[in-house]
C-alpha cells in the first residue's frame, strides 16, 4: 500500500469507512481503468492520481455521511459519467444494489467493463436519458437513495432524479461552495415532486480544501403522473416557481 492508497484509507475512516486491503485493490484497478479508457474517450478532466483519490474516491464516499449504506439499499446514481458517486459507494459498501443511468452510450461501456474488472455484483449500468428510465415501473418509485453529481442545476436535476426515489427514500444532490441561490430556485421543484429538504450538509475536500455541499431530499409520496416531462424538457424548462409557460 503507498501513500495515496494510505490517505484515502485514513479519510474514509475519518468518515466512519473501514476499507479492506481488498477494497483499496479495488479503488487502484478502477483508477487505472479510467485513465486508460479517459485516452480513448473523455471520461475525467482530473487524471493526476492523488487528486483522483480525492476529488472523485472521496468525494463520492461523503455521500454516506447523509444516507446509511450499511445495508442492502437500492441506489439509482444518476448521470453517473465515469461512475460517480456510485462505483466508490459500491466498493465501499458492497451490499448495496446499484443502477446507473446515463444518456452516453460510450460512458455505459467504460462502466460495464468496470464492473466486471473489479468483480462487482447487484450493478446495473442502463444506457438511457433519466426522464425515460424513471417512466418504467422497475425504477419510478422504487429507490431508496437517488444520487447525481456535475449533472444540472437543481431545478432540473431535482425531476430528472426525485422520480427514482420511493417515499420515504433520499435524493443526495451533490453540489459545489454556492447553494444558496440553486436551492431557492430548487424549492418549486422540490414541492411539485413530492419531496421536501431534509438537510443540507456543507463539507471541505481535506487536503484542496475545497467546499462541498450535499443537499438532501426526501419524497414524501409517489412522483405525481405528469413528471417527469419528455425527455430534455426538465433540463431546458427546469420547473420554476415564476416560469412563463410558453
Ligand atoms: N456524475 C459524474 C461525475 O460527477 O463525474 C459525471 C458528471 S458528467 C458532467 C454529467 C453526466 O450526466 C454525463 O455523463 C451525461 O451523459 C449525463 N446526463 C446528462 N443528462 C442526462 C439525462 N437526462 N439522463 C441521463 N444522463 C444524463
Redesign the pocket.
Known amino acids: 500500500m503507498d501513500n495515496t492508497q494510505i490517505w484515502l484509507k485514513d479519510w474514509a475512516s475519518a468518515i466512519g469507512i473501514a476499507l479492506s486491503d481488498n477494497q483499496l485493490e479495488q479503488f487502484e484497478a478502477y483508477y487505472r481503468l479510467l485513465i486508460e479508457w479517459n485516452e480513448k474517450m473523455n471520461l475525467?478532466g482530473i487524471t493526476e492520481r492523488s487528486a483522483v483519490y480525492e476529488k472523485?474516491f472521496y468525494d463520492s464516499l461523503t455521500v454516506s455521511t447523509v444516507a446509511d449504506l450499511s445495508g442492502s439499499v437500492s441506489l439509482a446514481?444518476?448521470?453517473?459519467?465515469?461512475?460517480?458517486?456510485s462505483i466508490p459507494l459500491k466498493i465501499a459498501f458492497p451490499r448495496i444494489r446499484v443502477t446507473i443511468?446515463?444518456?452516453?452510450a460510450k460512458?455505459i461501456r467504460f462502466l460495464e467493463e468496470v464492473v466486471s474488472s473489479l468483480g462487482l455484483a447487484d450493478v446495473t449500468c442502463l444506457h438511457?436519458?433519466?426522464?425515460d428510465?424513471a417512466r418504467l415501473p422497475e425504477h419510478r418509485d422504487r429507490h431508496d437513495v437517488a444520487t447525481?453529481?456535475?449533472?444540472?442545476r437543481l431545478a432540473g436535476l431535482n425531476e430528472?432524479c426525485l422520480p427514482f426515489v420511493k417515499p420515504g427514500g433520499i435524493f443526495v444532490a451533490?453540489k459545489g461552495s454556492d447553494i444558496a441561490e440553486e436551492l431557492d430556485e430548487g424549492r418549486f421543484s422540490i414541492e411539485k415532486l413530492n419531496a421536501a429538504v431534509h438537510q443540507t450538509k456543507r463539507l471541505e475536500l481535506p487536503n484542496e480544501r475545497s467546499e462541498r455541499h450535499l443537499i438532501v431530499m426526501v419524497k414524501k409520496g409517489p412522483t405525481p403522473k405528469a413528471y417527469p416531462r419528455k425527455?430534455?424538457i426538465?433540463?431546458k424548462t427546469p420547473l420554476l416557481r415564476n416560469a412563463i409557460r410558453l
Do not use: Q, Y
Not at 79 to 85: D, E, H, T
Not at 101 to 104: C, E, K, P, R
Not at 148 to 152: E, P, Q, T
Open positions: 475525467t472523485h446514481d444518476i448521470g453517473s459519467g465515469a461512475g460517480f458517486p443511468v446515463d444518456s452516453l460512458r438511457g436519458r433519466a426522464e428510465v447525481a453529481r456535475a449533472v444540472a430528472l451533490m425527455a430534455g426538465p433540463l
